[in-house]
């Protein structure tokens, strides 16, 4: 099976920001960003589309020509618990450094880590592998396509950031 995995759009939120689940707005940029985005996808027709239920992703994959994709929980952004919508140089938690030097393995107070979103995502692929689909589009997050890359074998957990997704970017795995 072939999955379309799409980022969302630039958001709407100071930079440094750290806002996971919340339900940000995109920015202003949205239109020119989503024109990129679309073109990348002209001529792809899809067995089934799939969105996280954040408004950053539906909304693009509705401008993209897929206004009723199917939610899935499981592929929102990583929860970042206490932190949400703080900036990160405003946090005073004495956990963000150790976060910090291994934000791969510990999770955000309150939220969580890297594992735990790499399982919900493991655990939708698992069941889309599953699915009688050829080609599929999935319109989500940069750490849910982190995670996916992972799980497709594009690239190991060490330095997987490095592999991130740039707003709007696209990024073919199979299943």
């Known amino acids: 099976m072939r999955v379309t995995m799409i980022r969302h759009t630039s958001v709407a939120v100071p930079k ?3 806002y996971g689940w919340s339900d940000v707005p995109v920015a202003d940029t949205f239109e020119q960003e989503a024109a990129v985005t679309r073109a ?3 001529g792809m027709v899809f067995d089934q589309v799939y969105s996280s239920p954040l408004t950053r992703a539906t909304k693009l994959a509705a401008y993209c020509g ?3 994709p199917v939610l899935d929980d499981r592929l929102k952004e990583m929860n970042m618990g206490d932190w949400e919508m703080q900036r990160y140089d405003d946090i005073r ?4 450094q150790r976060w910090y030097d291994d934000y791969m393995h510990l999770p955000a107070t309150g939220g969580e880590s890297f594992p735990m979103l790499h ?12 699915k009688p689909f050829r080609r599929v589009a999935i319109f989500a997050h940069g750490g849910v396509l982190v995670s996916a ?3 497709a074998g594009l690239f190991g957990e060490e330095n997987a950031f490095s592999h991130s997704v740039p707003y709007g970017g696209v990024q073919e795995i199979r299943l």
């Open 16 to 18: 440094g920001t750290c």
């Open 66 to 68: 897929f206004p009723s």
């Open 119 to 130: 399982a919900r995502v493991s655990a939708f692929l698992d069941e889309l592998r599953a």
């Open 93 to 96: 938690d004495e956990a963000l």
């Open 40 to 42: 990348k996808l002209e």
């Open 149 to 151: 890359g992972i799980y």
